[in-house]
């Protein structure tokens, strides 16, 4: 076993490492928020498949698998289904726009000042994904070193605040690779082959489980839908994936590397449901199918190829953490503190005029300007990051906390985000409108019918499309100005320049 934690202390540390590293690159807003706008295909593909297969992607994937069998791959198929959606037809658009996060969209829009609004509805879900993600360090710790819950959380937190409020966007850009790396070894090559060779194959399998098991609906028509309504529509519309999709040197970069990363989903959800369904044909009676990943790694593995999975297993857990972490402390700066605060934008640094007027700014004051505005950006995911371990240590119920998140998400922003992306008939109240009754509505139906039923995100989204539609027709069309502005934007015009920003280079 001295091997197996050799391996994980030698990933903990060099994630540490790494993050250092990426520091020396944060030298801008732009560059510590979207990594410059300047990755090319490879970093772009790893780190959003990366970010998108978290602990729920590959811990919970292998329980769906051991509870249903190969269906049980339908929770990360929708995921994978909703990137390719986002990355095909969205994503040229969202990459053109040059803003950080879905509000600012929202009101370049419509012109108005929804930011403060949608954004707490993101910051929310934000904040819970990345509490999530930090709970499940809990249990991968546990299985490791046997540590206390809350001592886990406080540790593996406190590596992924480390390395994320080091240099930000470049430093989990870097990360994710890594991990992106350790996972796709960890699991794809190692854990899936071995936990399928020790149940005698798919015949053996076959042998072992019902039918059941290899029926491709088992899991229910009904679950599958419900997963189309959160998990694919919800990756079309959550700041931690826009601002991934920021990050895109080009329109093009967006396209395809998203794309690419969009079917490395759908392979890896069929892994994690091979392995869960080996699993229970190997250990048909475990207490709960969320022990079938720790159960076939402890048990099926040899000696350092059991470190290595549980390092894979660290990975999916580390990227979706520091993912979340990144876009929570940026839509708290830069949609709810921003605007609370009532301090307008500051379009530059203070300069001197030019002999013709213009205002010229030195390069003294543009660099100053951005070690502000970078440390202020580290300020808010150190609090924001140890918020995320306060509440991780406090919340016992991250089912139902992460329920109400999403479903606040997709019933409240959905229409409004898509409707302001392909209805130009879409106003500044009918988006407003739309998100405070879709809200209204979802937690009106959960009180109703509880956290974790379905209704609530049927009912929330019919709510918020009849709404956005009838109140933008009785409403005045969006000022024509605006929607120039919006449609000069989307074909690629130059967004305000960024103090402090180097020329693009092209990386990855």
Known sequence: M??????????????????????????????????GRRLGPTLYSGTMAAIVLGGASTIGGVGLGYEYGLSGAWLVFTIGFGLLALSLFFSARISRLKVYTVGQMLDLRYGGSSSVISGLVMWAYTLMLAVTSTIAYATIFDVIFGLDRWLAIVLGGGIVIAYSTLGGMWSITLTDMVQFAVKSVGVLLLLLPVAVYKAGGIDGMRERLPDDYFAPMNIGVQTVFTYVLVYSFGMLIGQDIWQRVF?????????????????????????????????????PNLDSPDAAFATIVGDALPIGVKGLVLAAALSAVMSTSSGALIACATVASNDIWTRVRRTPARAGATGRPSADGATQVTDAETSGHAHDEVRGNRVFILV????????????????????????????????????????????????????????????????????????????GLLASLLTHVVVSLLSRPTDPEVLAAWRARLAGGQAPAEPGTPSEAKTG
């Open 2 to 35: 001295a091997v197996d934690y050799a391996v994980i202390v030698t990933y903990l540390a060099g994630m540490l490492a790494v993050g250092w590293w990426g520091m020396r690159r944060a030298k801008s807003k732009s560059d510590f928020l979207v990594a």
């Open 247 to 283: 990050t895109a040197r080009s329109d093009k970069v967006a396209r395809s590397g998203g794309t690419v990363a969009g079917v490395y989903c759908l392979v890896y959800a069929i892994a994690g449901a091979a392995v869960g369904t080996a699993t229970k044909a190997l250990y």
């Open 384 to 459: 924001m990051g140890a918020a995320v371990v306060v509440i991780s240590i406090a919340l016992n119920d991250v089912v139902e906390a992460l329920t109400v998140a999403y479903n606040l998400l997709v019933g409240g922003l959905l229409v409004p985000i898509l409707g302001g992306l392909v209805w130009k008939r879409g106003t500044a109240t009918g988006a407003l409108s739309a998100t405070v009754v879709g809200g209204v509505t979802v937690v009106a139906v959960m009180a109703w019918k509880g956290i974790l039923a379905n209704e609530p995100i049927y009912y």
